[in-house]
């Protein structure tokens, strides 16, 4: 109790404040952003156990400061807001009348012309030639099969990311297909509306799509996935010196091919008059990877998020991180910790090291959601292959799971590269400070410089 109203009073003076974590805030906000990350735990069971509505209860400033929530307790409010849309707009349900081998382009005829406010009413399937009542399941199989429609090669609107070859982005060259862009924002209705629905798809996209999604700045790291190449490339121009490594001759600008079309973007303002120097390099790191993730497929994203945007507010659905955006949309896996286990490979370590021991002793003491983490840490997905983790797919084809010994100090956290599935394990001196860091590691995901 003494902890409750000690909370109450911090908080009463921080609901100004709209911007997380900034320099912006009040000092009050400062100190209760601070208090909340010292007392996370509590902090979250006691939400846990409330039965009254995050935004109108005394906690109600953790909505402009959603980052010291736990997944769950985002999901909880963000549920709670969607009821409170539903409750405002009674509709009539929205028939989907469509052919079993026409499904994604009957139900874009049916869909594509309704507006945002129809689109939050209850849908329910006809499949053409059937007399199945939808009670549910025939909306869930329609899900399933939208699903896999959206990647079908026949579209061209997705393609796998070179890094696993499960994820997806948008496609550069959908432009073949000349309703391209209406096919992008029926996609993103489709899957807003799943969400909406708290139906789950199986579909992953890649950490920079999520974050286009939540307006979040995308990161140098996520290259690496994307394009190992590339980011290698980059990384040899940040790790040399330019004129040593004879790439004094670059400037602020990059070639795109958009649409069939190749142009040269300027990456700042007279970005072609800007060399590229030691001093500025980073910054040009920063850009050229945000414009190579973007660039493209710009008008692909815009199109995918207005149609997103019409079913879920953006400033709703940006609680989440990109891992948890990816949970939402495609529900907590089950990983089987034996048989990934049982296909795992060591590098300077063996099977019987001491810190190996302890890895997977805290591994098997993580709840569902913090096992998603780390799969997702380590792999860049959730997504657990069908046939096990003997399939596990890297870059270069099948890559089962590896653990290297990282000697460098043990003050370091867990690194990893997704390329490789491959996790970088410093030689930890205790158990506790391995599961300390690894649940750090996974949670915070450092990722070097972003690219606000």
């Given at each position: 109790?003494?902890?409750?109203?000690?909370?109450?009073?911090?908080?009463s003076?921080?609901?100004?404040?709209?911007?997380?974590?900034?320099?912006?805030?009040?000092?009050?906000?400062?100190?209760?952003?601070?208090?909340?990350?010292?007392?996370?735990?509590v902090?979250?069971?006691?939400?846990?156990?409330?039965t009254?509505?995050?935004?109108?209860?005394?906690?109600?400033?953790?909505?402009?400061?959603?980052?010291?929530?736990?997944?769950?307790v985002?999901?909880?409010?963000?549920?709670?807001?969607?009821?409170?849309?539903?409750?405002?707009?009674?509709?009539?349900?929205?028939?989907?009348?469509?052919?079993?081998?026409?499904?994604?382009?009957?139900?874009?005829?049916?869909?594509?012309?309704?507006?945002?406010?129809?689109?939050?009413?209850?849908?329910?399937?006809?499949?053409?030639?059937?007399?199945?009542?939808?009670?549910?399941?025939?909306?869930?199989?329609?899900?399933?099969?939208?699903?896999?429609?959206?990647?079908?090669?026949?579209?061209a609107?997705?393609?796998?990311?070179p890094?696993?070859?499960?994820?997806?982005?948008?496609?550069?060259?959908?432009?073949?297909?000349?309703?391209?862009?209406?096919?992008?924002?029926?996609?993103?209705?489709?899957?807003?509306?799943?969400?909406?629905?708290?139906?789950?798809?199986?579909?992953?996209?890649?950490?920079?799509?999520?974050?286009?999604?939540?307006?979040?700045?995308?990161?140098?790291?996520?290259?690496?996935?994307?394009?190992?190449?590339?980011?290698?490339?980059?990384?040899?121009l940040?790790?040399?010196?330019?004129?040593?490594?004879?790439?004094?001759?670059?400037?602020?600008?990059?070639?795109?091919?958009?649409?069939?079309?190749?142009?040269?973007?300027?990456?700042?303002?007279?970005?072609?008059?800007?060399?590229?120097?030691?001093?500025?390099?980073?910054?040009?790191?920063?850009?050229?990877?945000?414009?190579?993730?973007?660039?493209?497929?710009?008008s692909?994203?815009?199109?995918?998020?207005?149609?997103?945007?019409?079913?879920?507010?953006?400033?709703?659905?940006?609680?989440?991180?990109?891992?948890?955006?990816?949970?939402?949309?495609?529900?907590?896996?089950?990983?089987?910790?034996?048989?990934?286990?049982?296909?795992?490979?060591?590098?300077?370590?063996?099977?019987?090291?001491?810190?190996?021991?302890?890895?997977?002793?805290?591994?098997?003491?993580?709840?569902?959601?913090?096992?998603?983490?780390?799969?997702q840490?380590?792999?860049?997905?959730?997504?657990?292959?069908?046939q096990?983790?003997?399939?596990?797919?890297?870059?270069?084809?099948?890559?089962?799971?590896?653990?290297?010994?990282?000697?460098?100090?043990?003050?370091?956290?867990p690194?990893?590269?997704?390329?490789?599935?491959?996790?970088?394990?410093?030689?930890?001196?205790?158990?506790?400070k391995?599961?300390?860091?690894?649940?750090?590691?996974?949670?915070?995901?450092?990722?070097?410089?972003?690219?606000?």
């Amino acid at each position: 109790k003494q902890w409750y109203l000690r909370w109450v009073r911090v908080s009463s003076g921080g609901q100004g404040a709209l911007s997380s974590f900034t320099s912006d805030m009040c000092p009050d906000t400062r100190k209760f952003i601070a208090f909340a990350e010292q007392h996370r735990i509590v902090l979250n069971q006691i939400l846990r156990q409330s039965t009254t509505p995050l935004s109108d209860g005394p906690f109600q400033v953790l909505v402009n400061h959603t980052r010291v929530l736990d997944f769950d307790v985002k999901r909880r409010y963000f549920r709670q807001e969607l009821d409170k849309i539903e409750e405002t707009n009674r509709r009539e349900d929205i028939a989907i009348r469509v052919r079993r081998d026409h499904v994604f382009e009957e139900s874009f005829r049916e869909l594509h012309r309704r507006s945002p406010e129809e689109l939050k009413s209850r849908l329910y399937v006809i499949f053409e030639g059937e007399e199945g009542q939808d009670a549910g399941g025939l909306l869930r199989e329609w899900y399933q099969i939208i699903a896999r429609e959206i990647f079908n090669p026949h579209y061209a609107l997705f393609t796998t990311t070179p890094g696993d070859k499960v994820t997806y982005v948008c496609n550069s060259f959908s432009h073949y297909n000349p309703n391209h862009l209406d096919y992008f924002k029926f996609v993103g209705r489709v899957i807003a509306k799943a969400i909406y629905d708290n139906k789950h798809l199986d579909c992953y996209f890649s950490r920079s799509f999520y974050k286009h999604i939540l307006g979040q700045p995308i990161s140098f790291k996520d290259m690496e996935h994307e394009d190992y190449a590339f980011y290698k490339s980059m990384m040899f121009l940040l790790e040399h010196d330019l004129v040593e490594a004879g790439l004094d001759n670059l400037d602020f600008t990059m070639e795109i091919e958009e649409f069939g079309v190749s142009e040269t973007r300027e990456l700042k303002p007279k970005g072609h008059e800007i060399a590229v120097t030691n001093a500025n390099k980073k910054e040009y790191v920063k850009l050229i990877s945000q414009m190579k993730m973007t660039g493209s497929i710009r008008s692909q994203i815009k199109a995918f998020l207005d149609g997103f945007y019409d079913i879920i507010p953006k400033h709703l659905i940006s609680i989440f991180s990109d891992n948890e955006l990816e949970l939402l949309i495609s529900g907590l896996p089950t990983i089987d910790i034996e048989d990934l286990k049982a296909n795992t490979e060591y590098h300077k370590f063996s099977i019987t090291s001491l810190q190996i021991q302890w890895f997977w002793r805290a591994l098997r003491s993580f709840s569902q959601a913090e096992r998603a983490n780390f799969l997702q840490f380590v792999t860049g997905t959730s997504k657990v292959p069908l046939q096990g983790f003997s399939s596990l797919e890297g870059m270069n084809g099948v890559q089962k799971f590896q653990i290297h010994r990282d000697d460098r100090s043990t003050d370091r956290l867990p690194s990893a590269h997704t390329c490789f599935n491959q996790l970088d394990l410093p030689v930890y001196e205790t158990y506790d400070k391995l599961r300390k860091n690894l649940l750090l590691a996974i949670n915070e995901c450092p990722e070097g410089f972003g690219l606000a």
